[in-house]
DNA sequence: CAGGAAATTGACGCAACGTCATTATTGTGC
DNA sequence: GCACAATAATGACGTTGCGTCAATTTCCTG
């Protein structure tokens, strides 16, 4: 057979391992996107897998480990993505359009699971996971290096790359919510913003 | 005696009523910054009131919902600064800083409480109560506004608004890390970068 | 002041939680 | 291969917090 392909846990320990936590965060991301985050329980999650309930405590501590679990692998899929705009991009206008883009698409698919409406899906935890802390940082560095070869002005390079993310999030969001999302028009909007304000914003058609 | 100054509510029942909606709220805000969002159980929030445990479910039906009502009462009482920092503003860039201003001294002043760290306190979760929503809306039509009039260029008012809430809540956040927390300064940058992009974001100093 | 409307109370049944002794499975040394 | 140790899965069980509701208290009204 061709098990090749995942070389990386030899023993079937490891394998049972890694296949039932991702047979958790599986069914989780199922049963939030259908009952929503608060009114799902550990239960409902451990149902949509063979696994009993006990078993459930020995990966994660509760519901909200396993949504953060979610969202730390989010963030680990994205920070490649970003990290490659910001490589292939041969000027700053265009790594800040890739990134915007790059999250834009990202949450696009993120998002396509049929279900409750997203605002419910989502819960009520902080998501400050490590994953998270490391796209902040992929998003400050890729900043701070343009700032660094003169292709930025030296602004406080913390607020900057808050203020990017908030605009990727809240904007996101927004286009999310119109049918159907124009990515690139997002992504032109944001970028547009950042480098030149209000001037920069496209025109309303 | 002088209970002129409180004449809305007359009859005692409208009185306790109130009271007790308080008290709640009160005690929940407390019980949050304390035990932090998730551990706190409505048990934990009717304990620090003089009330019993079935009282609570008069008021509010579950945690969730005392947690939306502090948010809404939050909102309510944003909104009056945000139509004066509006009125009172004599050009477009004015208001942008009077009004970012207002929220980071808003922010500022509601996060005082003593206790957990601040992101245990509450979800961080996008609230789409009422008062929010009103918000929104005001923040919105202050830009519409600004745009009809000629003072901003016609870009897509629901992005603009939803991007300056974005930079408004994640600037936020990162200047309540700092200490002590400039709000002034942080009102500065999120302006200038709406105005005029990265040129018109404050140098570093 | 009587009678009724409205709010409070806390005990109760229930649902979900998290644990743990037991059982099953996998790895290891001979 | 087999015995034995190490590790993981299981689900029943005690615990905790939830939301309800009949009984009780408080307030209003005529």
Redo the contacts between chains.
């Keep these: 057979m061709s098990d090749a392909a995942i070389a990386d846990p030899v023993g079937k320990r490891e394998r049972t391992k890694v296949a039932n936590r991702q047979a958790i965060l599986a069914a989780a991301r199922r049963v939030f996107a259908q009952l929503g985050y608060?009114a799902a329980t550990v239960r409902d999650i451990i149902r949509g897998t063979d696994l009993a309930s006990g078993t459930f405590y020995n990966y994660f501590r509760s519901k909200?480990e396993v949504f953060e679990a979610l969202a730390d692998d989010g963030a680990r899929r994205f920070k490649p993505l970003l990290r490659a705009a910001r490589e292939q991009a041969r000027s700053f206008t265009e790594y800040l359009n890739g990134a915007f883009r790059a999250y834009f698409q990202f949450i696009v698919e993120d998002n396509a699971l049929e279900g409750r409406p997203i605002?419910e899906r989502?819960?009520?935890?902080?998501?400050?996971t490590p994953e998270m802390m490391a796209v902040y940082q992929e998003v400050r560095q890729g900043l701070e290096a343009a700032i660094a070869r003169g292709a930025?002005?030296?602004?406080?390079?913390?607020?900057?790359a808050?203020?990017c993310?908030?605009?990727?999030?809240?904007?996101g969001?927004?286009m999310l919510r119109r049918a159907p999302a124009d990515i690139v028009a997002?992504a032109e909007?944001?970028a547009?913003?950042?480098?030149?304000?209000?001037?920069?914003?496209?025109?309303?058609s």
Excluded at 152 to 160: E, G, K, M, Q, S
């Design positions: 608060e909200e605002e989502r819960p009520h935890v902080r998501l400050d930025a002005p030296r602004v406080d390079a913390d607020y900057l808050c203020a993310i908030g605009i990727a999030q809240e904007v969001s927004a997002a909007f944001a547009g913003l950042i480098l030149k304000g209000l001037d920069g914003a496209p025109r309303k």
